[in-house]
């Protein structure tokens, strides 16, 4: 594919997976490919695109040859016009492995033209830990269920249900739930790829 967030997605998504399935934490693969956790972080949650160095030590490292590795992408098909996902379809994801309450599920992610759009359910539990994070592009939340305190560089903002907010995800930020409940949010991550 010529698009390069959805490739950067793909391949941080493939490299998950892989590692999962040998066992390693993200810690191991960060000691036995001298590449740091919140690099690897990064590259397995589609943040930024590793590399050629990088990708070639990484895959390298999980003893996977190259081609074994790209072989998936000749089966990624065309967009037909639309696209209808159920709920059983949506998979499980782990954006950051030190996060602690943060439940992702992915609910679309597929690339149009030079425009990239992400979409996920987070389920934020009581009191969920993790540091901030920046995301190349924009995002949009919507708060589905509960409160949350969104921290978006020195600023905290109050959302609750139904509360919308859209923003630039390079000004590092993440969602606190000070409540004793869990809170609910559809987020949505739009990137123009260049």
Known sequence: MQHTEYLTVWIGTKIKEIRKS?????????????????ML?????????????SLF??????EVDLNEFFSDLKNIKEFPGYI??????????????????????LVLNHTIDRSSMEVS??????????ETVSTSGFELLYVLK??????????????????????????????????????KMLVIYFITLQ
Request: neutral net charge; proline residues 4%; aromatic residues 6%.
């Open 84 to 105: 209808l996902k159920k709920k059983a379809d949506y998979t499980t994801l782990t954006k950051e492995e030190e996060s602690i309450g943060f439940n992702y599920e």
């Open 121 to 130: 359910i987070l389920t934020l539990n009581s009191g969920a830990k993790r």
């Open 57 to 62: 030590q990484i895959v390298g490292t999980l």
């Open 22 to 38: 040998h066992g390693l934490k993200l810690g191991d693969l960060a000691e036995k490919t001298g590449i740091s956790i919140a």
């Open 146 to 183: 509960g409160e949350i305190e969104f921290q978006l560089g020195r600023k905290r903002l109050q959302l609750k249900e139904d509360d919308t907010l859209f923003f630039d995800g390079n000004i590092p930020h993440v969602p606190h739930n000070k409540t004793a409940s869990d809170a």
């Open 41 to 53: 972080s990064k590259i397995e949650n589609g943040r930024v695109f590793p590399t050629l160095p």
